[in-house]
Nanobody, 121 residues
Framework: QVQLVESGGGLVQAGGSLRLSCAASGRTFSSYTMGWVRQAPGKEREFVAAIGWNSVTLYADSVKGRFTLSRDNAKNTVYLQMNSLKPDDTAVYYC???????????????WGQGTQVTVSS
């Protein structure tokens, strides 16, 4: 079992930055792919980024070049640095854990409760 707790969301103006954190419990954190998925009101969940056990990363085209995902296995934590934020980035951001670096959100087995990110224009 892996439990995930997100933090770092908030309100920011367009062009600003936020850093989300996801703290995980469990001894096998380092073996999991950690991902971020977001959901805007009235829309389906959307893959944002993922990082494998070996720090290989995968990003959605919509965030590539603006968001950076990293992990600290010693702290059981992943970080999503979000720069040049746009109003379209407004969503609830969920941390997720799964076996592979994939875009398919249903492949992730464990989920956090989510943190709200709001970008004002």
């Amino acid at each position: 079992q892996v439990q995930l707790v997100e933090s770092g969301g908030g309100l920011v103006q367009a062009g600003g930055s936020l850093r989300l954190s996801c703290a995980a419990s469990g001894r096998t954190f380092s073996s999991y792919t950690m991902g971020w998925v977001r959901q805007a009101p009235g829309k389906e969940r959307e893959f944002v980024a993922a990082i494998g056990w070996n720090s290989v990363t995968l990003y959605a085209d919509s965030v590539k070049g603006r968001f950076t995902l990293s992990r600290d296995n010693a702290k059981n934590t992943v970080y999503l640095q979000m720069n040049s934020l746009k109003p379209d980035d407004t969503a609830v951001y969920y941390c997720a854990a799964g076996p592979g670096v994939v875009r398919t959100t249903t492949r992730y087995d464990y989920w956090g409760q989510g943190t709200q990110v709001t970008v004002s224009s």
